[in-house]
């Protein structure tokens, strides 16, 4: 690396390659070129990208407990706070774009000069961080079914990812010369615009379909997967009518989102359910559901998740739903004893057979 060029911190690639964690990108990870637009824009970078890592903090624990719609909503959320973090990366390499073609310009440049030797090792870390990032978030899937899946999904991409990542390490320049006589070589915007392109669009792609995996594994919709619709804070992005928006939901006093009070008591069975949430709607004039919960028995904690269907949709307050788990084992019914007037609150009994995964019981369902 010549003395005219900006010498990017060793420390800094080594950490970014392997042990750097999501929250722990440094202000001044974009390279610094003594102009102040593209300080200014290494900033609003940095900040982009805390923004999005404060959005997502235990997102993948909570989005298996809300309702549907809730998840959805909050993984919309994190995919365009990313989004907004990779257009400020955007903004900023145009500024380094626009001052390397300024240095081009001159016989002499006066001011530190973009070589690869700069910018391939700050793609390195960038591109390490982002798969150290979402390695955590699989990490904190680790408990839930769906983790192995959602892993397969997503291997394309991280796999280009990894393969990006070291196309950019290989290029990196060996050449570590002080020879102040030697004319320093300036990377040419066509190069850096490309290379700052497929690196954006690799990372786009990246978390993309996760967070489309992500809702697809929350939601299973047996009809099949919803694109996501990024949710941007400049307020693009449009969320799509939750599933009770059908004018026939008004008419039915069930149809709404339901939960169980942890620690109210108000249950029949081995022990108090738990993460209980009911939710119900009018799809093409019929009553569907879907209930999931902890339920206590008595060989362990069983989860279940349920899939409702209702044989009619009349305005009644009370009413008896077929189900089936989502692996297809657990057949039965669950009854809705009972609606309180005003629709604040109803009795659930799970009525299955002796050997049936799901456990016999009841609870007292609050709308939430």
């Known amino acids: 690396m010549r003395a005219s060029e900006i010498c990017f911190p060793v420390l800094l690639l080594l950490a970014g390659s392997r042990g750097l964690g999501a929250q722990d990108v440094p202000l001044d990870l974009p390279p610094d070129f003594s102009q102040e637009s593209i300080r200014a824009r290494a900033?609003?970078?940095?900040?982009?990208?805390?923004?999005?890592?404060?959005?997502?903090?235990?997102?993948?624990?909570?989005?298996?407990?809300?309702?549907?719609?809730?998840?959805?909503?909050?993984?919309?959320k994190a995919l365009g706070a990313y989004l907004d973090f990779l257009d400020s990366r955007r903004a900023y390499s145009q500024a380094v774009a626009a001052h390397i073609?300024?240095?081009r310009a001159m016989a002499k440049p006066s001011e530190p000069i973009v070589a690869e030797s700069v910018v391939y090792p700050n793609q390195v870390v960038t591109l390490g961080v982002n798969l150290n990032a979402m390695q955590a978030k699989f990490d904190a899937l680790r408990d839930s079914d769906e983790w192995v899946s959602m892993r397969?999904?997503?291997?394309?991409?991280?796999?280009?990812?990894?393969?990006?990542?070291?196309?950019?390490?290989?290029?990196?320049?060996?050449?570590?010369?002080?020879?102040?006589?030697?004319?320093?070589?300036?990377m040419s915007s066509i190069l850096y615009r490309d290379s700052e392109r497929q690196m954006a669009d690799t990372l786009q792609k990246l978390w993309t379909r996760y967070y489309q995996t992500l809702i697809d594994s929350v939601e299973q919709r047996p009809g099949g997967p919803v694109p996501l619709v990024a949710i941007r804070a400049s307020g693009a992005g449009t969320v799509p009518p939750r599933a009770d928006s059908n004018a026939a939901s008004g008419q039915n006093p069930l149809v709404g989102v339901w939960t169980y009070a942890e620690g109210s008591q108000e249950f029949n069975g081995v022990a108090e359910p738990r993460q209980v949430v009911l939710e119900i709607w009018i799809e093409n004039g019929e009553l569907l559901g879907?209930?999931?919960?902890?339920?206590?028995?008595?060989?362990?904690?069983?989860?279940?998740?349920?899939?409702?269907?209702?044989?009619?949709v009349s305005g009644k307050a009370s009413l008896t739903l077929d189900f089936q788990s989502k692996d297809g084992?657990?057949?039965?019914?669950?009854?809705?004893?009972?609606?309180?007037?005003?629709?604040?609150e109803l009795m659930l009994?799970?009525?299955?057979?002796?050997?049936?995964?799901?456990?016999?019981?009841?609870?007292?369902?609050?709308?939430?």
């Open 43 to 76: 900033q609003e970078t940095a900040k982009a990208w805390a923004n999005w890592n404060q959005s997502v903090a235990g997102l993948e624990v909570r989005a298996f407990q809300l309702p549907m719609a809730e998840a959805r909503l909050l993984i919309q």
């Open 101 to 103: 073609e300024k240095l």
């Open 152 to 186: 397969r999904s997503v291997r394309a991409e991280r796999d280009e990812a990894s393969k990006l990542q070291d196309l950019r390490r290989s290029r990196i320049s060996g050449d570590v010369s002080f020879d102040a006589s030697a004319p320093a070589p300036v």
């Open 290 to 312: 879907r209930y999931r919960a902890l339920l206590p028995d008595y060989s362990g904690d069983r989860k279940v998740d349920l899939r409702l269907r209702a044989a009619t």
């Open 329 to 344: 084992k657990a057949r039965g019914q669950i009854v809705i004893e009972r609606a309180e007037a005003g629709g604040a």
């Open 349 to 368: 009994v799970r009525v299955v057979g002796d050997k049936s995964p799901v456990p016999r019981g009841r609870e007292l369902l609050h709308r939430r």
